[in-house]
């Protein structure tokens, strides 16, 4: 990827030669857009945090060493994706019977039924973040990529380190699933 072409590799590469007012505007840039990818991926706010400073934390040590092959937002997702997958294997979630229990019990309930109104829109986002939520690790993340990040096949697989075809099934049956989920 040419830096000329891409405005915030031309910050980074700014910042790397010690132009701090370039790091701001790239943290003020992308600091919504990492944050939300953050939370909606691993869902819990604490380590939603620490994911969001260490990501940061990476791109501060890196400035040296930064080369422009993929776009500034590609390579931000790639170094927070990849400490998603090293947080979440080092958390892997030890549920007693009793949580398992309620937790099983919670997604048993139905909910009441819907008048027959039409729903708002609000109602329809949450159905969909809901049906998101309930989505495989891998299969989450490349929806979140391509429906909030518009980002390209190409670009998913390099920000996960997946190939172009993996991705693609990744997000057909990610969008099976989310069909299935949405019309009951």
Known sequence: MDAAVDPDAMLMLAYARGDLAAFEALYARHRGMLYRFLLRSVRDPHRTDELFQETWSRVISARERYLPQAKFSTWLLQIAHN???????????????????????????????????????????RGL????????????????????????????????????????????????????????
Request: charged fraction near 35%; proline fraction near 4%.
């Open 129 to 184: 973040q809901r049906a998101i939520e309930q989505l495989p690790d891998e299969q989450r993340t490349a929806v979140l990529l391509r429906l909030e990040q518009e980002l390209s096949l190409e670009e998913i697989a390099a920000v996960t380190g997946a190939g172009r075809e993996t991705v693609k099934s990744r997000l057909r049956y990610a969008m099976t699933r989310l069909r299935e989920v949405l019309s009951e």
């Open 83 to 125: 400490l998603m997958i090293d947080s979440a294997r080092r958390q892997r979630p030890m549920v007693c019977g009793d949580e398992a229990d309620a937790a099983l019990a919670r997604v048993a309930t139905p909910e009441q039924e819907q008048p027959d109104h039409a729903l708002s829109e609000f109602e329809r986002r």
